[in-house]
C-alpha cells in the first residue's frame, strides 16, 4: 500500500486528535470509571461522558475569536471554570 506524504500527515494528525479525545475523557469525564456490566449502562456511561467533553470543546470555541487555530484541552477549560 502506497500513500502519499499528504495522506499519511492527514492520518497521523486525526488520530493524535482521536488519542488526544480519549486522554482527556478518561482523565476528566470519567470515561474508564465506569463499573457498569450491562452493556446499555455502559453505552449511557460512554456517551455522557463524550457529551460532556464535546459541550465543553463547544462552549470554548463558541468563545474563541482570536486569528489563531482553536485547540481545546479539558484541563485548559477546567481552569476556567
Excluded: W
Amino acid at each position: 500500500m502506497h500513500l502519499p506524504p499528504e495522506q499519511i500527515l492527514e492520518y497521523y494528525q486525526a488520530r493524535f486528535q482521536i488519542e488526544f479525545i480519549f486522554r482527556d475523557a478518561k482523565q476528566f469525564t470519567g470515561l474508564s470509571d465506569c463499573q457498569a456490566r450491562h452493556l446499555p449502562r455502559l453505552d449511557f456511561h460512554f456517551t455522557a461522558s463524550l457529551i460532556a467533553l464535546n459541550l465543553a470543546k463547544h462552549e470554548l470555541s463558541s468563545c474563541h475569536s482570536s486569528a489563531k487555530s482553536f485547540v481545546f484541552s479539558m484541563a485548559s477549560y477546567k481552569r476556567l471554570e
